[in-house]
């Protein structure tokens, strides 16, 4: 005989997932995409295509139009033999989808009229954290859409990093640096979106001070994740050039300055500081520099 250890009213822990609500279900749920042929759950019964709907918590924002393609090509031969899981959706007759949304987009390109569900009274916590369970396991989520999902966790339902790292086989560092991509410039999110980069080059570029530019350089000269580092510490190290303040040139040392260059044929320039100057002169060749010394020895004598 089987007896819970969960109490009434004991608040479910993050990262229970699929196997707290369906103890042995839940790899036939997890293992459904692969369409093998694993006997239905318990309780599991058909129900209308039309009755179900996607759930406002799923992570994912896109899917792989070849992958469902042969997933309903898989479900036009064979049918869908695993179960979608749903929430009663608050309506008469109508389901809310929890896990399986893309079984389900196949399964009306496949033309099924019913499809095999498992109705859970589930509330908003568990279904995000079944939805990013299932995708994440599956890692079917991208960088940006596995962020989303842990900052919603974070800030819906106030898990802390280390609760989500725990719950999912992450490490703490790994949740930090995926939700700190949500605050990357939308140019390099989109490019990420796109997978021009990876989510290496992206977390290498979270410290650099223009993601964007670099990102361009990133992509423009197909730079791995290790030379994007570089490139970013490069950045960071460089120092600006500093702007040389002179001061003002006096107009009576400026005068002096082109009466001596017309004299001595050679740019000369006075620098005047507060206990005097200097006279600097400029020289290309010992010609001059000796024709200079002439001059100069001339009018002493």
Do not use: C
């Amino acid at each position: 005989m089987k007896h819970s250890d969960q109490t009434p009213g004991r608040r479910r822990g993050l990262g229970m997932g699929l196997s707290a609500l369906l103890g042995e279900d839940a790899g036939t749920i997890l293992d459904a995409e692969h369409q093998a042929a694993k006997p239905a759950p318990k309780g599991a019964r058909l129900v209308p295509i039309e009755q179900l709907s996607p759930s406002r918590h799923q992570p994912r924002r896109g899917f792989d139009e070849d992958e469902l393609e042969l997933l309903a090509d898989s479900m036009r031969r064979h049918g869908l033999l695993q179960p979608l899981l749903v929430r009663p959706a608050g309506r008469t007759d109508g389901f809310e989808i929890v896990a399986g949304e893309r079984r389900w987009r196949a399964a009306q390109r496949a033309g099924l009229a019913e499809v095999p569900v498992l109705v859970r009274e589930l509330g908003e916590q568990e279904t995000l954290e079944i939805a990013l369970v299932e995708n994440v396991q599956r890692k079917d989520l991208t960088p940006l859409e596995e962020a989303d999902a842990y900052r919603r966790l974070a800030d819906e339902f106030g898990h802390t990093q280390e609760d989500i790292a725990s719950a999912l086989g992450r490490s703490r560092s790994h949740v930090a640096n995926t939700i700190r991509l949500l605050g990357l410039p939308e140019p390099v999110r989109h490019l990420l979106d796109q997978e021009k980069i990876s989510a290496g080059h992206a977390r290498a570029l979270l410290g650099a001070a223009d993601p964007a530019a670099l990102a361009e350089i990133v992509v423009r000269d197909g730079l791995n994740v290790r030379q994007t580092e570089e490139l970013v510490r490069r950045q960071q190290t460089a120092k600006p050039a500093k702007s040389v303040d002179h001061p003002a040139v006096d107009a009576d040392v400026k005068a002096f300055e082109e009466r001596l260059s017309r004299r001595f044929g050679l740019p000369i320039a006075i620098r005047q500081k507060k206990d005097g100057g200097e006279l600097v002169v400029r020289w290309r060749t010992l010609d001059q520099l000796d024709r200079f010394l002439g001059l100069v020895g001339g009018e002493e004598g």
